[in-house]
């Protein structure tokens, strides 16, 4: 019975072992589908809908072969076609069969060079979510959502590769083939136990005994002489060589034991059953649910960080080299008229120094405005996770239309004291409040000529109440520094020869205010301090002395009708809602020299 069991032991063992290795192999079908696209009249630029990325599910590896730079970007689609608005190029869809089609797409309007393409490299671009950039070949893998499309590329200008291909990986997880060749290569090892067992039996049974010769004749016992016991060397080694029954079983099972953990380990992940794999795990509800009809951020986490460090790293440069033209390709406004009269100086001064404000590593807070159109509107805190006594930068940014980068309008250190508001969450967004908002406790448009006023007539102005002990302070020290500077013209014996006038005022940039989830804002804006030193004799000169800075602008060590120093101040608000008991918070300021000039 025990060879029976052995047999259907085989017998299982192989059909459950060929199962196994037959899903690895013939059954297991092809990895991947594939789709190839094609262009006919190849342009600088070929845009490839979300929807034959989607055709498929599964990763999405897109294959671009062409000699040359290769250029790949994927973006919103409305972003995209907002981008190419102005030249022509290829559009890659599909048909209601699911088939790729190309159309080509004329410009909506012309280029500004008069020529059939605008000849506007893509790289570079802060409109992408992500890109990507090779030679001759690149494989991008991708997991595009709807409403995002795929540009490809070279340099603008010459035409786009036009070998490209989409596969999307298929599953071919085969989760039962490992323990199917487990378990035949245990039923493997059974039958072969059982097949010893089997033998083993059979040798010791009895079978039937012969009728044996008859009694031999009787014989004497034959006397041999004595002679010693001698060890035989042999005999040990012999004893040792002989196996016993129980050895020669575990030899013989040895050999299937190995081949069952050989198929087992020869078995990838895919081959044995991912248990709890699938199962979906918690994750927070948000907070802060979005309105109907909200529309997206004009940029992610990822991509606002990637601006934001594109950002750090040219000012950085353009510092070192003092390259006013590289800093104004990431600053405008406020920011720029700063950077640029430091540059002259420290171009005319030798030595000059002091920190410039840069954004800082990383972007603990993004709040982007949500919108279709331009200009667009981004608000970062920075921070340096590694130096806690680096005060955070804070900083706005604009876009101005789907071909700029994002350029900073205002940037300053945040006060240490200050509490930033309770904002949106970057994958949500939030909306630009109009400059003359009566939903604020002040309009936008009125607060840097309310700071001033403040400044300017202290606690005899009508906004005193309105700002915080933050504002008050940074305003005192406005004063006290006017104060100072009359009293070194008294204690220089100009006092009855010299007068000071002093007077702040809204600078000409437009303010730019972000909603808060509290209903307020945060709202940058800028104003211009202006320090006017003249004679009141006709007699009298007004020398610029020991002030390398006044010398180094005006050129001149004296002028006979005084001069003007205006500086430039970048201030963040927290502007509560109207009707809130709360005063308007300052966050943020950074004061830079804007000019001095001779009074003619």
Known sequence: MRFVWAVVAFVLATVLIGAGIAQRTIFMGPTEQRMELTVDQPTPYV???????????????LLVRGRGDVFVAYARTDDMKSWLS?????????????KPKTAHVEAEQPPADGGETSGRSPVGSDLWLDSFADKDSLVANLQLTKGNSVLIARDGVKPAPTDILVSWALDTRTPWAGPLMAAGGLLLAVGIVLYILGIRHQRRGRGPRRKGPGPLPETQPITMPERAEIDQPGDAGTAQRTMTPARRRLAIALPALALTGLLATGCTADSWPQFGGDAPSPTPSPSV?????????????????????DVASTLTKADTDLDEKLAETRLTGAALDARRLEYQLRGKIEGREGALVTPLVKVKILLPEATEGWPRTVLALTVDEKDAKKPPVLLTMVQSDPWANYRVTSMADMLAKSTFPNVAPAWLGTTRVPAESAFLSLPPSELAGAFSDFVDADDKSQYAGDFDEASKEFAKSVRDSRAALVKKAADAGAGATSSAAFKMAASDNEPLSLATLDSGAVVSVSVTD??????????????????????ALTGVSESAKGYTTTYGIQLFFAVPAQGSNEQIRLLAYKQDLLSVQVIK
Do not use: C, M, W
């Open 530 to 551: 202006t320090q006017t030193i003249t004679p009141t004799n006709p007699d009298a000169v007004i020398r610029f002395g020991s002030d390398a800075t006044a010398v």
């Open 47 to 61: 845009l490839v809908d979300a929807d034959v990325l989607r055709a498929h599910t599964g990763l999405q590896t």
């Open 86 to 98: 102005d030249t022509a190029y290829d559009h890659v869809s599909l048909t209601k069969s699911g």
């Open 289 to 309: 649910v979005a309105p109907e009809n909200q529309k997206q951020p004009v940029v992610t986490d990822k991509q606002g960080q990637r601006i934001v460090a």
